[in-house]
């Protein structure tokens, strides 16, 4: 069981809005007592995708002084929602007037109950999905997973549920993730799509500034993050922050990031560019934007 709430604290049930107002976050005397700032929930998700490049979205943003998030994946609106929303925002870090709370579990997107559970805790949450071209996005969750399980089938047999058909296999989850026009469906029923912010995996490669710019536009933040805080680090292939966040030194993405990808069978590639290509269609028709993948 949780703890019973402190008297005075918001209840599970109260708005994000009424906690804002709430008397215990203004008060001198409990910002004494919380060292600074107040946990909040978060008023911005990055909710997808898997190996889409959301831990680096998120890394680069916690440059910006008005973001604070939360590192470890929080996994509330999918594993842990029993638990309840004062579970969740104990989990924040404390933030100032101003400041945005953020965090990230990319494994919302396609989780179904996700996005009735989010709008419930606030319909105003701003959501960012990141996406980047659906094969090279199952073939990289393959790889992660093979670095984990080295005795896997190949990847060529999991994508087939029948090799001689050709029958692609839309349960496994590495196919299943990267048909994004039908999971945006599901958040489309509780989110306009003006609140679903749409970066590309492949551009906050090539341009993270830019991508970034339009991040901080969507937050309604300074565009404080600029070119000046990104280098291209050769070896790894992607670009990474001359400075992290509380840091003086340039901090790159762990080991676990821009792993080599196997050689994969180019004919089952090209099986999977056209299984794909009728969604990702779809996909630039409900967003608005070419990704440019086909």
Request: proline residues 7%.
């Amino acid at each position: 069981r949780l703890p019973p709430l402190l008297p005075g604290e918001p209840g599970e049930e109260s708005s994000l809005e009424e906690q804002r107002a709430a008397p215990e976050a203004g008060s001198p005397i409990s910002s004494f007592f919380n060292g600074s700032g107040t946990k909040r929930l978060p008023q911005a998700i990055i909710i997808g995708v898997k190996k889409g490049g959301t831990r680096a979205l998120l890394e680069f943003l916690r440059v910006h002084p008005d973001v604070r998030a939360v590192g470890a994946e929080p996994h509330f609106f999918d594993r842990n929602y029993e638990r309840g929303l004062a579970w969740y925002r104990e989990l924040m870090p404390r933030t100032l007037e101003g400041q945005i709370t953020m965090e990230k579990t990319p494994s919302y997107f396609v989780t179904k109950e996700a996005p009735a559970r989010i709008s419930s805790m606030s319909r105003g949450t701003k959501l960012i999905v990141v996406v980047r071209d659906p094969v090279t996005r199952a073939i990289s969750d393959y790889t992660q997973t093979l670095s984990k399980k080295p005795d896997i089938p190949t990847f060529e047999s999991l994508t087939f549920k029948n090799r001689t058909t050709g029958l692609i296999d839309t349960s496994w989850s590495a196919i299943q993730i990267g048909i994004y026009a039908k999971h945006l469906e599901n958040w489309l029923l509780h989110f306009p799509i003006g609140q679903i912010l749409f970066v590309s995996g492949e551009r906050l490669i090539r341009d993270p500034a830019g991508e970034l710019g339009r991040v901080q536009d969507f937050l309604g933040l300074k565009r404080i993050i600029t070119d000046k805080h990104f280098y291209f680090n050769k070896t790894k292939g992607f670009p990474c922050l001359k400075k992290a966040e509380g840091s003086s030194k340039p901090h790159c993405l762990g080991k676990t990031k821009g792993r080599t990808h196997p050689d994969i069978d180019q004919e089952v590639v090209q099986r999977l560019r056209d299984f794909y290509r009728p969604f990702n269609m779809k996909f630039y028709q409900m967003t608005g934007q070419d990704f440019g993948w086909d």
